[in-house]
């Protein structure tokens, strides 16, 4: 694992690093395989990043928008990370409405609702059986439990290794979500972590030993690029001292 940890000094400079690297990626992506596939994370940290990205003008026809994991509520509820990211990037570019790929969140079962994102996603990438799609970038963020995606500690969806997209639980509230074989697929995997609350899971996240089921982020392992952009508020043990 190639991982770099970055501290910038406030939240605003974690944004325009990621902005930084997911443009190098697209541009890499778009010049080497006329395309660049992106996996985007919920919660409320990515949000103005993506609507930096909604200000510039990209070859949106090149982009495939994705999602690493959904709450299971409809796409224009509140929670919705499909929503969130509607709002603040893909709702204001002309990218190809074929070009984003939500989980649907329509089906009563959300274990239809997984298995049906999974055949989206090897249709996709022309998968062939039991092969996991290689994503240009992953966004990734961690809650102060070190959760990441919809990967909560102690849930059964950390150990789904056999399917791409699994159900998750939050307080017994399912969510979908990429399973860590497809996590740890990725050609870039940024993570953007800020805020004193993080400081905790941080540390159980970097330490040598730990429990990857008590601290699921730890589980993210990817075989290329791993940026940790932390903020001085989550972060400033690892700032470099040089
Ligand atoms: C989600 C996210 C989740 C998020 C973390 C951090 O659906 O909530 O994908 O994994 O990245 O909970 O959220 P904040 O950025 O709001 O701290």
Redesign the pocket.
């Known amino acids: 694992m190639n991982r770099t940890i970055e501290v910038a000094s406030d939240r605003q400079g974690v944004i325009d690093k990621a902005l930084e690297i997911v443009l190098h990626k697209a541009t890499e992506a778009i010049a080497t395989r006329d395309n660049f596939t992106i996996a985007l994370?919920?919660?409320?940290?990515?949000k103005p990043l993506y609507e930096a990205i909604a200000a510039l003008d990209l070859p949106w026809d090149k982009i495939n928008v994705f999602w690493?994991?959904?709450?299971y509520v409809p796409a224009d509820h509140p929670d919705s990370?499909q929503r969130m990211a509607r709002l603040a990037w893909l709702d204001r570019v002309p990218i190809p409405a074929r070009n984003i790929h939500a989980m649907a969140t329509t089906f009563t079962d959300p274990v239809v609702a997984a298995t049906t994102h999974e055949e989206d996603l090897k249709q996709f990438f022309a998968l062939k059986e039991g092969e996991i799609p290689v994503f240009d970038v992953v966004l990734?963020?961690?809650?102060d439990d070190a959760?990441?995606?919809?990967l909560f500690p102690h849930t059964e969806a950390l150990q789904v290794s056999d399917r791409l997209v699994t159900v998750g639980s939050k307080d017994g509230q399912p969510?979908l979500t990429f399973t860590v074989p497809v996590l740890n697929r990725a050609r870039c995997t940024i993570f953007?972590?800020?805020?004193t609350s993080?400081q905790p899971a941080l540390e159980a996240i970097f330490a040598p030993t730990g429990d990857d089921f008590s601290y699921p982020a730890r589980l993210v392992r990817p075989q290329g690029e791993v940026w940790w952009l932390l903020d001085r508020d989550a972060g400033a043990k690892y700032a470099k001292t040089d």
């Not at 990734?140 to 809650?143: E, K, N």
Request: a positive charge; aromatic letters at 0%; charged letters at 20%.
């Open positions: 994370s919920g919660g409320s940290t990515p690493g994991d959904e709450r990370n990734l963020g961690i809650g959760h990441t995606a919809s969510r953007m972590v800020t805020g993080k």
